[in-house]
């Protein structure tokens, strides 16, 4: 793969750079899970680990990550945030987080859906880079190229596009550049995802001002769709110490941002569910410093409920059913 990856450097078809949200410089929220939510410390424990690589201002070596990504970054990528150049020889850091498979969007809390609708992932990876302790942003000419082989058992070619992390009220969403403003540079047009090659190797660059994380997403638009209610029943859940979630079983998708509603539980409708799909309904909730998981299976059918049974596990036993799923 490697020898593949720096062919495709030469002959200019690799491009990609990954963004991620920067409060200072974007209109974003995508850093890490909400400190007051009770399963914060769990999902930073237990989430998509940390990477760093460090380069010089001058030197950018190619990189390896953690999955056997393969990780470029071309001269001159990055600059101070006031737009002021790097300082020779500046040691720069990247820190890389790279989410592939269903149970790691749960533990990292990196649901999959975009304005409602659910997205199948070929991958969410997360990028910061710093001089010190200065954030950097990108210059107009800065990319970071990375190639990646979408592992997903279903559909492979099917519409990929990339999008950017966004925190909301109801939970964490996706968006393409086009619906924000924060793409500069040449543009949005210049943000691709092509497929080569019998691995199914992605291959795609994106132009920003800043960093942070990024998605390389397919719609699941297959009709009819329905919304779909997953029920948390019991005492003391509320939004702050309970995640629930909808795991595709055919699919790369995990769903989770949608509309909370209380009764003698909670309850989240989740929109746009394509009828017949084989779900799971997962349900995380923490409480009195105890985990409770609840887990129950379904095909989707017409405004599905779904309730599952909730029962008292250990840390260790939920993240083995989550990576189970």
Not at 66 to 86: E, P, R
Not at 90 to 114: D, G, V
Request: proline fraction near 5%.
């Amino acid at each position: 793969m490697k020898t593949q990856f720096f062919a495709l450097l030469a002959t200019g078809l690799l491009l990609f750079s990954g963004c991620k949200k920067d409060a200072d410089l974007l209109q974003i929220d995508c850093e890490e899970p909400a400190a007051q939510h009770a399963l914060a410390n769990f999902w930073a424990r237990n989430g998509a680990p940390v990477q760093k690589f460090t380069f010089t201002s001058s030197t950018y070596p190619p990189q390896t990550t953690a999955k056997g990504n393969q990780l470029y970054v071309g001269s001159t990528s990055f600059a101070y945030t006031d737009g002021s150049a790097l300082s020779a020889n500046a040691t720069i850091e990247l820190e890389f987080r790279e989410i592939e498979t269903k149970a790691e969007m749960i533990l990292s809390n990196m649901p999959t859906s975009s304005n409602g609708m659910p997205l199948e992932s070929g991958g969410e990876y997360y990028f910061k880079v710093t001089e010190g302790n200065k954030r950097l942003r990108m210059t107009p000419q800065g990319r970071i190229y990375m190639a990646t082989a979408y592992r997903s058992s279903s559909t492979r070619n099917s519409g990929m596009q990339l999008f950017f992390g966004q925190n909301t009220p109801n939970g964490f969403n996706w968006l393409l550049p086009s619906s924000q403003d924060v793409v500069s540079g040449v543009g949005p047009s210049q943000d691709t995802v092509t497929a080569t090659g019998t691995l199914f190797q992605y291959i795609f660059t994106l132009n920003n001002d800043s960093l942070g994380w990024v998605n390389c997403d397919a719609f699941i638009n297959a009709t009819p769709r329905t919304p779909v209610f997953i029920t948390a029943n019991g005492t003391n859940m509320t939004k702050d110490n309970t995640a629930m979630y909808l795991v595709f079983k055919r699919r790369n998708s995990v769903v989770s941002t949608g509309i909370l509603s209380f009764g003698s539980g909670l309850t989240l409708q989740l929109p746009n569910v394509p009828v017949g799909e084989e779900v799971d309904a997962v349900v995380l909730h923490k409480f009195n410093d105890k985990y409770y998981f609840g887990k129950q299976s379904a095909t989707v059918a017409a405004n599905q409920v779904i309730a599952p049974p909730i029962r008292e596990v250990t840390e260790a036993e939920l993240v083995a059913e989550i990576q189970q799923l």
